[in-house]
């Protein structure tokens, strides 16, 4: 009865009117992110991710969004990257390599090349590396990403101001399970901690323990077969962790 009487007059504010969840989102491709944040990362924007250390796995973490934006764009970029970028496993992540575009270059510069590329339309993804911004350079990322319909994962060790005008900002820390992960700003209802789970990026040879001494080293070759994909791990070569 009370609800019937709310619908016939529009202008009585409810509670439950107070939050709406976002209809456009990007899969993160990790069910538990998707659920605590509403259906993935946003559309657009700057996404910033801190980090006690680069390398606890946080490209595992986003590659699935970025290669689902590379599907439909003409390039990704990764901007000063602390280490090299391993072309085969990022081809293994679903990246087409003649789409990429790596950055080797110093910070105020990476920065600029970023804008440009987002500015550009051709880049709907682009991952940054470096110290945490200032709230103009923040400012003007998170314009040329949302202007033009594009994602930017910024990922810093360090603490930025907790005011950026950015999009989302979560906290990570590396687990066993995988990414434990603090949203500290994001649009919407908070969410409490909760941890990604991320496969072992060395996962045991299973066959091994079927086999003894002599034919462990013919195992060893034949995994190498191209003609044996039963025998190949799936994990061939890591990223960062």
């Known amino acids: 009865m009370l609800d019937n009487l709310l619908a016939l007059h529009s202008g009585i504010w409810t509670a439950n009117r107070l939050y709406q969840p976002r209809t456009h989102s990007r899969p993160s491709g990790h069910a538990v992110l998707d659920e605590k944040l509403d259906g993935g990362w946003p559309e657009s924007g700057v996404v910033e ?3 006690p250390c680069f390398g606890i796995g946080e490209l595992r973490l986003i590659l699935p969004a970025v290669a689902r934006g590379l599907k439909e764009s003409e390039l990704t970029v990764f901007a000063a990257p602390p280490g090299d970028l391993n072309p085969l496993a990022l081809c293994q992540a679903g990246l087409d390599l ?3 575009i790596v950055l080797d270059t110093p910070a105020s510069s ?3 090349c970023v804008e440009q590329a987002m500015k ?3 880049c709907r993804t682009a991952v940054l590396w470096g110290d945490a911004l200032s709230v103009t350079q923040a400012r003007r990322l998170q314009l040329a990403a949302t202007e033009n319909d594009c994602l930017l994962f910024m990922l810093t060790h360090q603490k930025s101001v907790q005011g950026l ?3 989302c900002r ?3 820390t590396p687990t066993d399970e995988g990414i434990a992960v603090n949203v500290v700003k994001r649009r919407g209802l908070p969410v409490l901690p909760f941890t990604v789970p991320l496969a072992s990026v060395a ?3 299973t066959l091994k323990s079927r086999v003894s001494g002599s034919d462990i ?3 060893a070759a034949a995994s190498s077969d191209p003609a044996r994909p039963d025998l190949t791990p799936s994990n061939v070569v890591p990223l960062f962790r």
Request: hydrophobic share 50%.
């Open 49 to 51: 991710l801190q980090l």
């Open 98 to 100: 003649e789409k990429v």
């Open 110 to 112: 990476s920065l600029w």
């Open 120 to 122: 550009s339309g051709c």
């Open 165 to 167: 005008p950015v999009s």
């Open 170 to 172: 979560l906290s990570l």
């Open 203 to 205: 996962p045991a040879f």
């Open 217 to 219: 080293a013919h195992l």
